[in-house]
């Protein structure tokens, strides 16, 4: 019999008073709740229960024991509605791994205040991070899913242009091949966790020129550079959700659209298993529907 079981049936013959009435209770055998007993003690080293034929009384340590088994007892069924009351309604902490500036960036205010008590904490890094050693409960990464524990689900499919404002391209001129970009200020990314930067998947240009593009700034983040190519300091390769309101507005130009290539795929990555918690799935449900909105 386990530790618990050990506990359960130890009150019930407290509050019982009788192995033949708690064994009624519980639904075994008299001399199965007897040996139960027996076990116990033997394990605690202690006697808990005076026997006599007809009854039985705790002892002056059963007494102890038995207030503190009631604690215990109380402590786990009060943890069990609590587990139960999460799987009927979704809270609690929920750990989420991003990019910054990602697609999802701009849901997540409203799913705080749709779900209020799940306590959102995110996580904005370019580096890919071990889902489960760090204990996250759902990550937002695009490219490939290098990890087979993890369950995934592709939200969207996004894109990268070159852009430029209609200023600098008036002042250094159009580039109309990839070969120009060799000839123009270029704004780039370096990944933190790497040191090294992004290279621009640009078709017609070698690998080895896609690394040695002209460099006229270089930061860690989205919002920099595409505050820098608004600005008419050079061109920048961004994600097409990131410019595209800029694109709209006519403060940013695309060129070179023939020759960019990167399309990539952006999914929802959670640790694989039996028992999905709620906070998770209504996580995942919210932004599937906002992807399919």
Same mark, same amino acid.
């Given at each position: ?7 359960? #049936? ?7 008073? @009788? ?6 209770? /519980? ?6 709740? @007897? =040996? ?16 006599? %034929?007809?009854?039985?009384? !705790? ?9 503190? %088994?009631?604690? &215990? ?9 609590? !587990? ?8 609690? =902490?929920? $750990? *989420? ?20 008590? &799940?306590?959102?904490?995110? *996580? ?30 592709? !939200? ?14 008036? $002042? ?24 090294? &930067? ?8 070698? +690998? ?21 190519? $608004? ?19 006519? /403060? ?13 795929? #952006?999914? #929802?990555?959670? +640790? @694989?298993?039996?028992?999905? +918690? ?10 599937? %529907?906002?992807?399919?909105?």
């Amino acid at each position: 019999m386990d530790h618990l079981g050990g506990l359960e #049936l130890f009150v019930q013959v407290a509050k019982a008073g @009788s192995f033949v009435e708690a064994a009624r209770l /519980t639904g075994v055998s008299p001399s199965a709740v @007897s =040996k139960g007993i027996a076990r116990l003690e033997a394990r605690l080293k202690v006697r808990l229960l005076n026997r006599s %034929t007809r009854s039985v009384a !705790l002892t002056a340590e059963g007494t102890r024991f038995y207030q503190n %088994t009631l604690v &215990i007892l109380r402590a786990v069924e009060d943890a069990e509605q609590d !587990l139960t009351q999460i799987r009927k309604y979704p809270r609690g =902490k929920l $750990k *989420v791994s991003m990019a910054e500036e990602s697609m999802v960036s701009s849901f997540m205010a409203d799913f705080a205040l749709a779900w209020p008590d &799940i306590e959102l904490e995110l *996580v904005v890094s370019d580096r890919m991070v071990n889902v489960i050693e760090e204990g996250f409960d759902v990550v937002v990464r695009s490219g490939n899913i290098g990890d087979s524990r993890l369950m995934a689900k592709k !939200l969207a499919v996004f894109s990268s242009k070159v852009v430029a404002s209609p200023d600098y391209l008036a $002042k250094a001129g159009t580039p109309e091949n990839p070969a120009d970009l060799l000839r123009h200020a270029c704004l780039h990314y370096r990944f933190l966790h790497s040191g090294k &930067i992004e290279h621009w998947q640009i078709r017609g240009l070698e +690998p080895a020129a896609a690394g040695t593009l002209p460099v006229a700034m270089v930061c860690n983040n989205i919002q920099g550079r595409l505050d820098f190519a $608004k600005r008419g300091v050079g061109l920048a390769w961004l994600p097409d959700y990131i410019v595209q309101g800029a694109l709209d507005e006519g /403060t940013l130009v695309s060129v070179l659209d023939e020759y960019a290539i990167r399309v990539e795929p #952006l999914w #929802l990555l959670w +640790p @694989s298993g039996p028992y999905l +918690p709620l906070k998770t799935r209504v996580f995942i449900d919210y932004l599937s %529907t906002c992807f399919a909105a």
